[in-house]
């Protein structure tokens, strides 16, 4: 079998103070830490198990700048067997141009996979486009919000999807497809700092961007960046554990369910 | 005159509320929006939308994408473009939308929280980096737009409208992808989303020894015990109890979050409760921005503070 | 790749069990120190879910008449399980947000210095000036809401007896000693190597760690990079002896002292502690039968604090209990771990015990 995975390298921002700089297009990224997509790791981890299983070669394919690599370098001490880091340093906002790039490095390189996985989507922008718009280009089978893939035989895969509350689907679809996967479908076995280093043995190629920027184009564009209302908070409770534990009581009382 | 094509979605033939915020959606755009939506009755939405277009498909065959794109583009020869083709932002909007957009080359914008007009035409906001910027999005080529829009962004305006029912031409299937049916998750012992009060836990319990104190608390207060993803991760809850977008939404009067950070998947699925008192040690935790009501001390002191004092008044 | 203990040195072992007669662990989980060597030396040993239980604590290893060290045998076996890819899920959590965010945490690393927030003064960078003495916050000490008053009670009193200090602020790292001790072993090198740094471009002398886990790391696992080490016992005990700080205050309670595992057993130092709570007027001190080189570990180190086992009663508890039974009023430490462990023990228990770290004792008395 041949598997391609789709590795993004993304900020942590969750606890961040974030800034907007260029004239508000953009978010200061100089001092955020970056690692590799948490969705992609399931995809990477599926991968890996997929092709233990099945027998073949992986590749991890990024695009991003130079320290992209090593979101290559950690897919590559998980098990896949090839690395590719499509460069530059532009911010791609648009899931449609990243899709457009990646469908022409796939057909450049005359890449012919049988499953090409990605994560349901980024934890910096949660687009949650880019491998159903890389599907659609490539007129290829697609499913998102994949929690568990359950066979794969001749020629086709089952899968099941996740739902809303607690439901799941399940379909079957022929190969070559594109599947994107959601958290929880493996976990993921732990890569160490020693594997990541050694894996920069592994063959993994630095290609720059404008071999693969055929017909490429942003469609859509950010006409600038705020900071959402401040929410009212929580009006907080205060004195003794005592008093707390008393408030609370009151509020279950005014609600009728004490 | 341009429309806005909505894509509805429906489970075991009951159409799902969330499909109507893009209708909500178009009128504040101020375009007609004509709703498409598999095999089925569908009165109840008359005055809703201007046009409710019934495919052919049923129901699971409907949702695959590979069929709507078939679907799209016979709507697209029977009724002209759509200035936007919009989607719920739910597991069937993220499947479909995209793929769509690759399909017809239009752009597209996901999750989109927000609309308005400046001089130069349309601007769809969607938030970025987990909730902490908002982007504002303009379109490059001002033909269409594939969109998906959250929950609960639009309100309806109350418009009545003079709805008809169209029936769209027999499609045959696209063979790649077939749908072999609905699983439900192992069904848990309680039904959350019918308690009148949840005593929810988070990372804060720490271990799973510590679940039946609360245990004990929820069923003292009259209540029901539920979770946010970590503890059913762990199997420490089964994932029936789990609030959130991939388990359950639940709307109880009081909702006591103890030891929950207040993860957005988490505040999605409990926003809704009427009151939500939030306990939790640490004061910058994000659910003190949800809450109505906030204790900044430690969950389990707390805990065992009320039972003491349920117990005591017998 | 580094070897904890070459496999040869295992035959040194004589099975005469004081290891896991003074295990924490023995007994209460299937965790069998002696068997495990014994097992390891015939390459018979597979129970790697066994691993996860040893806290660190070291009194095998101190108790150990051959000196085969089986506490670093443990270690060196979970670092051949890291390498295998092999952890629970609980550890990789905190492994990944070390090396993210560099705390176990996961905690903004550009938030590391929010700690000194409420302080009416400014504490210097060290780089700043002619700054030689480091104060190291430790993670824990620098996000943990219950444990930041610690570094801001030490840094006051500091400043108050006019003694010059600074501190890396958000360019300090996790130390790595956890880490080193689950056997990430890759990563505690990338720290150590950050911090070890930092210590030479800031021409860092001597290193104040608020953690013994912290200090234990700088004494023995950073190459001699800073030869003088000190924990903030050490350090205060000589402020108060010179004069510079004088508890004046009275604390007439019942305090009994709990011998942390990495400042005590591991590292000797059992004296500066009990000296400073000597020197408090009207407080009295008690002992525990277990203590000194034979405290009873309160189950934090070894990467317990992030590490999910289920390990059946808590030693926290027997603690507390302990300290119950000898009509202690508060039990006081000098480690995080501990505090947050006997903290959280004692509010399971529902008892009437503060517990409460040396700094907050001597706050009250100054």
Redesign the interface.
């Known amino acids: 079998m041949e598997v391609v995975v789709l590795a993004k390298w993304v900020p942590v921002t969750q606890e961040e103070e974030l800034k907007l700089v260029r004239g508000e297009k953009a978010v200061d990224l100089e001092e955020i830490p970056f690692r590799l997509n948490e969705w992609d790791t399931y995809a990477i981890e599926e991968a890996s198990r997929i092709l233990e299983a099945h027998g073949g070669t992986g590749w991890v394919v990024s695009l991003g700048g130079e320290e992209a690599d090593t979101a290559l370098r950690r897919g590559l001490a998980m098990g896949l067997g090839k690395g590719a880091l499509i460069e530059t340093e532009e911010e791609l906002v648009d899931p449609f141009e990243r899709a457009q790039i990646f469908k022409n490095f796939l057909e450049k390189k005359g890449i012919k996979f049988d499953l090409l996985l990605s994560g349901v989507q980024a934890e910096d922008d949660q687009f949650a486009a880019t491998g159903g718009i890389l599907a659609g280009l490539l007129d290829l089978p697609y499913a998102t919000m994949v929690m568990g893939i359950e066979e794969i035989s001749e020629g086709e895969v089952t899968v099941l999807r996740e739902l809303e509350g607690g439901f799941m689907e399940r379909v079957r679809i022929s190969l070559p497809a594109v599947l994107s996967v959601q958290t929880g479908i493996n976990e993921p076995r732990y890569v160490s700092v020693t594997g990541v280093l050694a894996a920069a043995k592994k063959e993994r190629e630095f290609l720059p961007v404008d071999e693969f920027s055929e017909g490429r184009k942003g469609r859509i564009e950010i006409l600038k960046l705020e900071f959402p209302p401040p929410r009212e908070g929580a009006e907080i409770i205060k004195g003794d554990l005592d008093e707390v534990v008393e408030n609370i009581f009151e509020i279950l009382k005014e609600k009728g369910v004490r | 005159m341009g429309y806005a094509l909505v894509v509805g979605e429906t489970r075991g033939g009951v159409i799902e509320e969330r499909s109507l915020d893009p209708v909500y959606f178009s009128d504040k755009i101020g375009l007609p929006s004509y709703l498409l939506l598999p095999q089925g009755k569908y009165d109840p939405l008359k005055g809703v939308c201007d046009k409710v277009l019934v495919s052919s498909f049923e129901e699971g065959d409907f949702l695959n994408p590979l069929n709507l794109v078939r679907t799209v583009e016979g709507v697209i020869g029977a009724f002209g473009a759509p200035s936007l083709i919009l989607f719920p932002h739910s597991s069937f909007g993220m499947d479909a939308a995209p793929f769509l957009a690759g399909r017809l080359s239009w752009p597209l914008i996901t999750d989109i929280a927000g609309f308005y007009r400046d001089e130069e035409g349309m601007v769809f906001v969607k938030p970025l980096y987990s909730e902490k910027v908002h982007a504002h999005f303009r379109l490059r080529d001002a033909r269409g737009v594939v969109g998906t829009v959250r929950t609960g962004a639009f309100e309806g305006e109350g418009m009545r409208k003079e709805t008809v029912f169209e029936r769209l031409e027999a499609i045959e299937k696209d063979p790649r992808r077939e749908f072999l049916g609905y699983l439900e998750e192992e069904v848990g012992d309680v039904d959350i989303t019918r308690a009148e009060l949840l005593v929810s836990v988070g990372r804060g319990v720490k271990e799973k020894e510590n679940i039946p104190t609360f245990e004990e608390l929820a069923s003292l207060l009259g209540g029901t015990l539920s979770c946010s993803r970590p503890v059913a991760d762990r199997g420490w809850l089964p994932k029936s109890r789990q609030v959130g977008t991939s388990g359950k939404t639940v709307k109880p009067k009081v909702y006591l979050a103890m030891g929950i950070s207040g993860a957005f998947q988490h505040i999605a699925g409990m926003k809704n409760s009427e009151v939500i008192i939030a306990v939790n040690r640490d004061p910058s935790a994000p659910i003190f921005q949800y809450a109505h009501y906030g204790v900044i001390e430690d969950m389990h002191k707390v805990a065992q503070k009320m039972i003491e004092r349920l117990k005591g008044q017998g | ?1 580094e070897v904890a203990i070459r496999k040869e040195d295992l035959f040194a072992c004589i099975q005469c069990g004081k290891c896991t007669g003074s295990c924490p662990e023995a007994g209460k989980t299937p965790f069998n120190v002696r068997m495990m060597v014994r097992k390891v030396l015939f390459d018979e040993w597979n129970e790697e879910d066994l691993l996860w239980f040893c806290s660190s604590c070291g009194a095998c290893t101190v108790r150990c008449p051959r000196d085969v060290r089986p506490s670093e045998v443990v270690v060196g076996l979970r670092a051949a399980m ?2 295998a ?3 629970p ?1 609980s ?2 959590q905190a ?2 947000n070390t ?3 560099k705390n176990p945490w996961g ?5 590391r210095d929010e700690w000194t927030a409420p302080l009416d003064f400014q504490i210097p960078f060290i780089g700043d000036g002619d700054l030689h003495t480091l104060l190291f916050v430790c993670c824990v000490q620098a996000y943990d ?2 444990c930041q008053v610690i570094p801001r009670n030490f840094a006051k009193v500091l400043h108050t007896a006019g003694v010059p200090f600074g501190i890396l602020g958000r360019k300090e790292v996790c130390c790595g000693n956890e880490i080193r001790r689950v056997g ?4 505690f ?2 720290l150590r190597e950050e911090n070890s740094r930092n210590f030479k471009r800031y021409g860092v002398e001597r290193i104040v760690a608020l953690s013994p886990h912290c200090m234990n790391a700088f004494r023995k696992e950073y190459d001699g990079v800073v030869q003088d080490v000190l924990h903030y016992t050490q350090f205060l005990w000589e402020l108060i002896r010179e004069g510079a700080i004088e508890p004046k205050g009275e604390y007439p309670k019942r305090v009994v002292y709990h011998d942390p595992c990495f400042l005590g057993k591991q590292n000797g130092v059992f004296d500066e502690p009990r000296e400073i709570l000597r020197a408090i007027p009207a407080l009295e001190l008690l002992e525990f039968s277990r203590s000194r080189e034979n405290s009873l570990c309160c189950e934090g180190g070894g990467g317990r604090m992030f590490i ?1 086992v ?1 390990a059946g009663e808590r030693n926290g508890e027997r603690r507390v209990k302990e300290a119950e039974e000898l009509g202690a009023e508060v039990i006081a430490t000098a480690c995080p771990f501990c505090l947050l462990n006997l903290e ?1 023990a004692a ?2 228990l ?1 008892a009437a015990i503060e517990v409460k770290d040396i700094t907050e004792i001597l706050m009250e008395v100054l």
């Not at chain 3, 990430?184 to 990563?187: A, D, F, R």
Request: no cysteine; net charge negative.
């Open positions: 790749m890291v390498e890819g092999r952890v899920t550890l990789y492994l990944e090396l993210v965010q905690r903004s690393k550009n938030k809401p219950r990430e072993w890759g990563l090198r990338e999910d289920e959280d509010t399971v529902d």
